[in-house]
Nanobody, 116 residues
Framework: QLQLVESGGGLVQAGGSLRLSCAAS????????MAWFHQTPGKEREFVAR????????YYAPSVQDRFSISRDNAKNTVHLQMNSLKPEDTGVYYC?????????WGQGTQVTVSS
């Protein structure tokens, strides 16, 4: 079982940047696909970015393509989301997800607020 803890959220002006981090504790972190999701009040969580277990494959939602970058450090059991050129619509809670086969784990989320 993995435990995930996100950090790095905060308040930023439009056009600014934030770097989110997700720290994992538990075995076999490097075997998990890691992803970030975004949620706003009253809406379902939406996919933002995903990175394969060894980091070779990276996938992004069209809305963040060319602005966000996902990375991972398997030696430190961490995954990051670098968010640049932030827009007010990027505001919300960002969740880290780990998945492997039938197993899926979520963090508690970190709030990002982008002011216009």
């Amino acid at each position: 079982q993995l435990q995930l803890v996100e950090s790095g959220g905060g308040l930023v002006q439009a056009g600014g940047s934030l770097r989110l981090s997700c720290a994992a504790s538990g075995p076999l972190f490097s075997s998990y696909i890691m992803a970030w999701f975004h949620q706003t009040p009253g809406k379902e969580r939406e996919f933002v970015a995903r990175i394969t277990s060894l980091g070779a494959g990276k996938y992004y939602a069209p809305s963040v393509q060319d602005r966000f970058s996902i990375s991972r450090d398997n030696a430190k059991n961490t995954v990051h989301l670098q968010m640049n050129s932030l827009k007010p619509e990027d505001t919300g809670v960002y969740y880290c997800q780990a998945s492997r086969g039938d197993y899926e784990y979520w963090g508690q989320g970190t709030q990002v607020t982008v002011s216009s």
